[in-house]
């Protein structure tokens, strides 16, 4: 009878143990220490626990020897469980199959301690019921114990590798996504600033080096920069310039683009991940309809608080809807959002609103 309760709860803990919630805070904890040296651990603990229950009987030396010869079976048993039982039958479903060899196991080895461990070691319980019973007692609970730990870090370890899977999954697949989305050039806007380059090339009076430099600066940013996790401000900036003044170019220094940069002296200091304000400004050009509109505008502010970044665009929105080709295409305002997610969780704001009826305004705020 003592038997089938040591049996049943044992069965009882691992299903507790592996109570989803219970599960879950401990994938959310990540031990990773522990789980690398997890079989040490137990074994350290197993042979204090051992020692202290065995001294209740023997004396050293006798006690050293006691301890290996406990250890060293409960070794194999702690390995068949956690190696063999719960991958071949737990893991496959097979859960009857499972209980009973556990069951098996933990009556075989109990038995083995029982029949030869008096023996061996001298220890009288013969004569005395109460050490008779308390001998009993912590054959079954070592072995029980055994069995348990084995059986639920075998589980427990093929849950948390699904788990790990299922995350690094998710987080190869979301930067997967932002480095899909992030920002490229088109082949369209490339031709187009060629073909002006060319055409400026032909008349003496027209300079071409400017734009040439401002090109490579972009093709410089959207090849080599926005390929990296994060860039310096200075960088950033450096392209949302460099597209600028290749519109300006387009349309011979025409265009009311205002950009306010203030505390220049830290843009090189300063990381961002790369692609962000610039994706913002290239907005503004493609619904400003600037270059079309004679009165479309764009202003840009930027300013660095106490490490917190304002950054500020407002342009004008035509009575008609504009979607100017631009040339850079950008992340969109939703990739924009999930990668502040990644890495400024909390930590900014974000909002695009109309100001009036001919002005939109977008800010961004953030804790670099």
Not at 13 to 33: A, D, E, F, V
Not at 37 to 59: D, E, R, W
Request: charged share 15%.
């Amino acid at each position: 009878m003592f038997l089938v309760i040591n049996i049943v709860f044992i069965l009882l803990i691992i299903r507790i143990s592996l109570n989803g919630k219970i599960l879950r805070t401990m994938m959310t904890y990540r031990w990773r220490l522990l789980l690398r040296y997890q079989h040490i651990f137990f074994f350290l603990c197993f042979t204090v626990i051992t020692a202290i229950t065995g001294n209740y009987f023997l004396a050293p030396p006798t006690l050293f020897l006691y301890i290996v010869f406990v250890l060293l079976p409960n070794m194999g048993v702690y390995y068949l469980v956690y190696a063999f039982l719960v991958p071949k039958y737990y893991l496959a479903n097979k859960y009857p199959t499972f209980i009973l060899y556990s069951f098996l196991v933990f009556i075989v080895s109990a038995l083995f301690r029982i029949l030869l461990e008096p023996t061996l070691f001298s220890i009288s319980i013969v004569d005395n019921s109460f050490a008779h019973a308390n001998f009993l007692y912590l054959v079954y609970s070592l072995q029980a114990l055994v069995i348990l730990i084995a059986s639920f870090l075998g589980i427990t370890k093929d849950k948390f590798l699904i788990e790990q899977d299922f995350q690094n999954l998710g987080e190869e697949k979301e930067q997967l996504y932002l480095d899909l989305m992030r920002s490229k050039l088109s082949p369209h806007f490339l031709l187009n600033t060629l073909n002006n380059i060319y055409v400026k090339s032909l008349d003496p009076q027209q300079a071409t080096s400017d734009s040439i430099l401002q090109l490579s600066k972009l093709l410089q940013y959207v090849i080599y920069d926005a390929a990296v996790e994060k860039i310096s401000l200075a960088k950033e900036f450096a392209s949302i310039k460099a597209l600028q003044l290749l519109y300006q170019l387009k349309y011979h220094n025409k265009l009311n683009i205002n950009l306010n940069i203030e505390a220049q002296d830290s843009l090189e200091l300063l990381e961002i991940p790369p692609a962000i304000l610039l994706t913002l400004f290239e907005n503004s050009l493609k619904h400003s309809g600037i270059g079309l509109d004679p009165n479309s505008f764009i202003d840009a502010k930027y300013s660095l608080t106490d490490n917190r970044l304002f950054f500020q665009i407002s342009n004008y929105l035509p009575a008609r809807k504009s979607n100017t080709d631009t040339g850079y295409k950008g992340l969109g305002n939703q990739a924009i959002l999930k990668m502040l997610d990644k890495y400024y969780a909390e930590q900014y704001t974000f909002d695009a609103q109309l100001k009036d009826a001919q002005t939109y305004v977008t800010t961004l705020t953030m804790e670099l």
